[in-house]
Every structure is written in structure tokens, then in C-alpha cells.
T-cell receptor, first 115, second 112 residues
Framework: DADVTQTPRNRITKTGKRIMLECSQT?????MYWYRQDPGLGLRLIYY???????NKGEISDGYSVSRQAQAKFSLSLESAIPNQTALYFC??????????????FGPGTRLTVL | TQLLEQSPQFLSIQEGENLTVYCNSS?????LQWYRQEPGEGPVLLVT?????EVKKLKRLTFQFGDARKDSSLHITAAQPGDTGLYLC????????????FGKGTSLLVTP
């Protein structure tokens, strides 16, 4: 079974709809991250969480919110989706112990299309 | 946000050729990572380099971290079709909670 899972894998929605993307991990890691990937732009950090009570904005947090329901679960919400939020979204985890190395383990991604 | 510039953005070569991908920044990093991403999947870590001047080898892949810890390169010897994918470098900053800053990636296509 995959260590980092994301649901749904694909989603098509309409402008103005509220969307939630979910991420679960079985790696026991404290740190979790949400990225979006756009063609030619690489991965950009949306939000990250170092533990259940510690949530931080990343480079492009506007229009997004997150919830860390438990150590293993980190969800990303688009309160009112807009077309330029069409992208591939990745959840990732890392282990606090690894410190400066911060190897991140990525989920398979969610492809979101906003019409 | 500290910028990481990767070059080239696209690379199409034939099996057996050698290639080098570059990752450059004006910032100093605590460490630098290289990831490989295949279509429909998330990135997977290939290597982490930590010390200035460090060289690491992973089979036919050679990774180098610049002396000043601002740049890195990935060299592939005798490329194979299985090397096809998106290669991403990511810089780690201790001062920003070890968050990763990714480059835009190099898309490599190796044809038989």
C-alpha cells in the first residue's frame, strides 16, 4: 500500500464551488505539505504543517485553506474555486528527525480542473 | 522566495548520449536535493547533497554541489530510455524551517 495517498485523483468542478482535497499518510511523519504544479513552473508550496497545531502559509496560499485533522491527515480546501487554480496538486510528508535533509515523500497527486 | 534556475528546460537526446542538467541560485542552501518525476506520479528523491564541493554517484548519475553551496549539477552518462522524466532540483533553507524551494524542472526525453 502507498505510504502517502491522495483523494480524489482527478476532479472536475465549476467556478465558485468549494473543493476539498485530502491527504493521508502511514509513514508516521510529523511534517506535511501541499504543493501545486503547473507546466513550466515546477512545484510551489501552498501550506505546510510541522505538527497538528502548527500550520504555516507557503509561497502561494491565497485562495486556499488547510486543516490538519490528525498527524496522518492534512486536507486542502479551495473555498471558491477559480479557473487559474486548475493544476496538479501534491501532498508530501517529511520526518522531523531528518532535519536539514528534509527528504520529502510525495503522494500520487490530484489533477484538478476548474471550469 | 529564493529562486532556483534550472537549465535546460527541455532536453531530447538519443540513447547512449551524455547530458548535464544545471541548477543555479544566488542563495546559499543548507542542502540541495534532486528529484525525478514520472508522468502521473509524484516526485521521488534521488539524492541530497550537503557539503560544498560534494560529489555523489548513483549508478550512471553523478550529482555535484558547488563549493559555495549555491548551485548543483546532474550528469547522466550513457542515457537510457528509462531515464526519461522530469528532473527537479530543490534547495533547503534552514532559516525557513527547512522548506524546499523547487526549480522549474528539466524535462528529459531519451529515445532508443
Amino acid at each position: 500500500d502507498a505510504d502517502v495517498t491522495q483523494t480524489p485523483r482527478n476532479r472536475i468542478t465549476k467556478t465558485g464551488k468549494r473543493i476539498m482535497l485530502e491527504c493521508s499518510q502511514t509513514k508516521g511523519h510529523d511534517r506535511m505539505y501541499w504543493y501545486r504544479q503547473d507546466p513550466g513552473l515546477g512545484l510551489r508550496l501552498i501550506y505546510y504543517s510541522f505538527d497538528v497545531k502548527d500550520i504555516n502559509k507557503g509561497e502561494i496560499s491565497d485562495g486556499y485553506s488547510v486543516s490538519r485533522q490528525a498527524q496522518a491527515k492534512f486536507s486542502l480546501s479551495l473555498e471558491s474555486a477559480i479557473p487559474n487554480q486548475t493544476a496538479l496538486y501534491f501532498c508530501a510528508t517529511s520526518d522531523l528527525v531528518s532535519g536539514s535533509f528534509n527528504e520529502q515523500f510525495f503522494g500520487p497527486g490530484t489533477r484538478l480542473t476548474v471550469l | 522566495t529564493q529562486l532556483l534556475e534550472q537549465s535546460p528546460q527541455f532536453l531530447s537526446i538519443q540513447e547512449g548520449e551524455n547530458l548535464t542538467v544545471y541548477c543555479n541560485s544566488s542563495s546559499v542552501f543548507s542542502s540541495l536535493q534532486w528529484y525525478r518525476q514520472e508522468p502521473g506520479e509524484g516526485p521521488v528523491l534521488l539524492v541530497t547533497v550537503v557539503t560544498g564541493g560534494e560529489v555523489k554517484k548513483l549508478k550512471r548519475l553523478t550529482f555535484q554541489f558547488g563549493d559555495a553551496r549555491k548551485d548543483s549539477s546532474l550528469h547522466i552518462t550513457a542515457a537510457q530510455p528509462g531515464d526519461t522524466g522530469l528532473y527537479l532540483c530543490a534547495g533547503v533553507h534552514r532559516d525557513s524551517g527547512y522548506a524546499l524551494n523547487f526549480g522549474k524542472g528539466t524535462s528529459l526525453l531519451v529515445t532508443p
